[in-house]
């Protein structure tokens, strides 16, 4: 059974930084793709960055820029680094991997609140 653990949320005002981190048991972590998303208050779960096996990064426009999204496959711990914060920030903060069956698993989230 997979399970995902994220950390690093917090409270930071406007302009900051922070640094969150999406910690995973099992053994798929290094084979597989791993995500971020976010969701706000009322508002639909939306997609932030993922970063595949190999490498490869993608963002969403919105934070392109300004997160990095990382791993370190010796640790089974994909991060986060978000800098430039601003309010619309604001939002529970969740990591998913999708397993060769198709299953996906998601972490309990992890709250960033962005002060103006």
């Known amino acids: 059974q997979v399970q995902l653990v994220e950390s690093g949320g917090g409270l930071v005002q406007a302009g900051g930084s922070l640094r969150l981190s999406c910690a995973a048991s099992?053994?798929?972590?290094?084979?597989?793709?791993m995500g971020w998303y976010r969701q706000a208050p009322g508002l639909q779960r939306e997609w932030v960055a993922t970063i595949t096996a190999s490498g490869n990064i993608n963002y969403a426009d919105s934070v392109k820029g300004r997160f990095a999204i990382s791993r370190n496959n010796a640790k089974n711990t994909v991060y986060l680094q978000m800098s430039s914060l601003k309010p619309e920030d604001t939002a529970v903060y969740y990591c998913r991997v999708v397993d060769v069956n198709w299953n996906e698993y998601w972490g309990q989230g992890t709250q960033v609140t962005v002060s103006s």
């Open positions: 099992g053994s798929i972590f290094s084979s597989r793709a």
